[in-house]
């Protein structure tokens, strides 16, 4: 039997002046190279995501860095569509922090979860200003043992790479965690920079860049893991169609 070639949607709002954007055709390259995985990516800008059925078909969803996004409401539906089908699903970022806010939202029940950056002026601002900005920021990374993060990296530390301003409120935490959301990575001051959703085939979001990793011409773990999961999602889809 001959499988297609995995479908990928990157979801955010395409620029040359974005790096991590500019990163991606080398990336997608490196991956069909260096680790045999091919995928076929599609842009998709946050405003056509929003529409119904815009994600239908693909293997995996990959909401990039960039905020704020153009539509807000079709990053959160990236997010939401990933969660609830079980596509596997990678946040980056801003993709982090959209996340968060489809999760507050949307099993939490905090309807008004707001971020910072574009809603300042909201009461429930799940995704505030961090105390210290990480543009431009390289620290390390404690991961929590027996999460998928640290399977993916093969280890319970690592240094990444940042260019972002906002994270998660801690005072929403508990509230996030009681509804089933892990958050399995720490910087040094033990502040939130990993999410993963247990039960769902692969969902995960960094507040990092792995993007940013190396000089670019290699994959991040994590980036690797992702078209991995694509892959599988992609097999998995085309025998369930055979055995129909």
Do not use: K
């Amino acid at each position: 039997m001959t499988y297609p070639t995995p479908r990928l949607a990157l979801v955010g709002d395409r620029s040359p002046a974005v790096r991590s954007h500019a990163r991606i055709p080398g990336l997608l390259d490196s991956l069909a190279t260096h680790d045999q995985l091919v995928l076929d990516a599609y842009w998709i800008p946050t405003e056509d995501a929003e529409a119904p059925g815009a994600l239908d078909g693909f293997d995996a969803i990959w909401l990039l860095p960039g905020s704020p996004y153009r539509s807000e409401a079709g990053a959160v539906a990236a997010v939401r569509t990933a969660r609830e089908r079980g596509i596997p699903f990678l946040g980056t970022c801003a993709g982090f922090q959209h996340a968060v806010l489809e999760y507050a939202r949307n099993v939490c029940g905090i309807g008004g979860a707001a971020h910072g950056e574009s809603h300042p002026e909201e009461d429930d601002l799940v995704i505030v200003p961090l105390s210290c900005s990480l543009v431009g920021h390289e620290g390390a990374v404690e991961i929590a043992p027996g999460t998928l993060a640290e399977r993916i990296l093969g280890t319970t530390r690592t240094l990444e790479r940042y260019h972002c301003a906002y994270g998660l409120n801690p005072a929403y935490l508990e509230r996030l965690r009681a509804g089933g959301l892990r958050f399995s990575a720490v910087d040094d001051d033990g502040d939130l920079r990993m999410l993963e959703l247990p039960g769902h085939p692969f969902f995960l979001a960094s507040l990092f860049q792995p993007e940013l990793a190396g000089d670019g011409t290699r994959a991040h773990p994590v980036v690797r893991a992702l078209a991995a999961a694509a892959v599988a999602h992609a097999d998995t889809t085309t025998s369930r169609g055979a055995t129909a």
